[in-house]
């Protein structure tokens, strides 16, 4: 049963580091592209309606409301 528990314990800092290393590889990435005015300004719009669009999405899939 303890190898259960400490099988089981790994996967949050798995999913920690993976989300880190995702998130350091993509500013690495979009860091160039701030550089410019217009595209930081249409690379910050992108990923708000990107959130916003997932927001969405998920309430509707849940069958949450806001009322």
């Known amino acids: ?3 259960f528990f400490n099988n089981i314990s790994r996967y949050p800092r798995f999913l ?3 989300t880190l290393g ?3 590889a993509s500013l690495g990435w979009l860091t160039p592209l ?3 005015p217009v595209t ?3 690379l910050v719009g ?3 309606s990107g959130l916003v669009f997932m927001t969405f999405t998920l309430k509707a899939m849940l069958g949450l409301s806001s009322s």
């Open 1 to 3: 049963m303890q190898d």
């Open 16 to 18: 920690i580091t993976v």
């Open 22 to 24: 995702i998130f350091a």
């Open 34 to 36: 701030f550089k410019k």
């Open 40 to 42: 930081g300004v249409a």
């Open 46 to 48: 992108l990923l708000i």
